[in-house]
């Protein structure tokens, strides 16, 4: 009865601005959450989505640092460095970073960046 | 001395645009006293007032209903001429200006529902692209719009529902017009 008062174009409208908010919404969950910044030698090597699991290699000054994203998890899998700090660290947590000096490479999990609205 | 006195000499149309911006105030302030989780997310209850003044009296009736329950609203509130009272004028603005365009859609394909909608959109979006450019520069509001856009969604729907309900009942208080 009460949706008896929508006219064909509310049904219209109505129907647009939800897709547009799911559209929205599914973009959104791609892009902004779950970053991975990789840095070699202070300069981004990749940006790369949490959401797919795969293991990047970054070649440094030592040799290559494998990265593993896996589960929306990101680690640090292996690195030439030789006190494999970066390693041992594990899963690193969202906001955090995993920095393998020798090397010159740092992995930052950027799934909850501060910013303005944080604080 | 004798006092001086002013005499103020209102017509039908002043009383009756006092009569429903006083109801658009009544209703923004009740609304003020509703906890809501997320700053900036209201149900924005006097919009109907808003949309049952743009059909039965006009666009003009409208704007100064609106405008009055902003400026009253405001104060009440004391909030006049701080940030929050800019993005409320913002989006009042926005949302009369939409409305205006849009209350000229063929009434038989667009109702009170779609309008509402409408405004509801130009609203957030008015405010969100002031926060953008004036509140928060630099700061990525991308991440709020599904929120904020959803919420408008909702309350567009259902203040929108409200004034057709409305519409359609037959009128008591009101003189036929």
């Known amino acids: 009865m009460i949706l008896s008062a929508l006219h064909p174009g509310d049904w219209l409208i109505a129907g647009a601005g939800l897709l547009a908010v799911i559209g929205l919404g599914l973009q959104q969950a791609d892009s902004l959450e779950g970053q991975v910044v990789i840095r070699q030698n202070g300069q981004i090597f990749q940006t790369a989505s949490l959401r797919l699991n795969r293991v990047i290699e970054v070649a440094g000054p030592l040799g290559i640092s494998r ?26 947590p969202a906001g955090g970073a995993a920095v393998c000096l020798p090397n010159r490479i740092s992995v930052e999990n950027a799934a909850a960046g501060y910013d303005t609205l944080n604080y | 001395m004798t006092p001086s006195t002013i005499e103020l000499t209102t017509s039908a149309e002043d009383r009756r645009i006092a009569g429903l911006a006083a109801a658009a105030i ?10 809501l989780p997320i700053p900036g997310i209201k149900p924005g209850l006097a919009n109907i007032v808003t949309l049952l003044v743009l059909y039965r009296y006009g666009w003009r009736t409208a704007a100064w209903v ?17 940030p929050a009272f800019v993005l409320s004028l913002a989006g009042g603005v926005m949302s009369l200006a939409v409305l205006a365009a849009a209350i000229h859609l063929p009434a038989r394909w667009f109702g009170p529902v779609g309008l509402s909608l409408l405004a509801a959109f130009a609203h957030i979006g008015a405010q969100l692209w002031l926060v953008d450019i004036w509140l928060l520069p630099g700061a990525s509001i991308l991440g709020l719009l599904p929120l904020f ?10 203040n929108g529902l409200a004034t057709a309900y409305l519409l359609n009942k037959p009128s008591s208080t009101e003189p036929a017009s």
């Open chain 1, 67 to 92: 990265v593993e994203i896996n589960a929306g998890r990101v680690r640090v899998a292996a690195d030439p460095s030789p006190r494999q700090l970066c390693v041992r660290q594990g899963w690193i």
């Open chain 2, 26 to 35: 009544g209703l923004t302030l009740a609304e003020a006293a509703i906890p």
């Open chain 2, 66 to 82: 609106a405008g009055l329950r902003i400026v009253a609203g405001a104060l009440a509130l004391g909030q006049f001429l701080t």
């Open chain 2, 149 to 158: 856009l959803g919420a408008a969604w909702l309350t567009g729907l259902g």
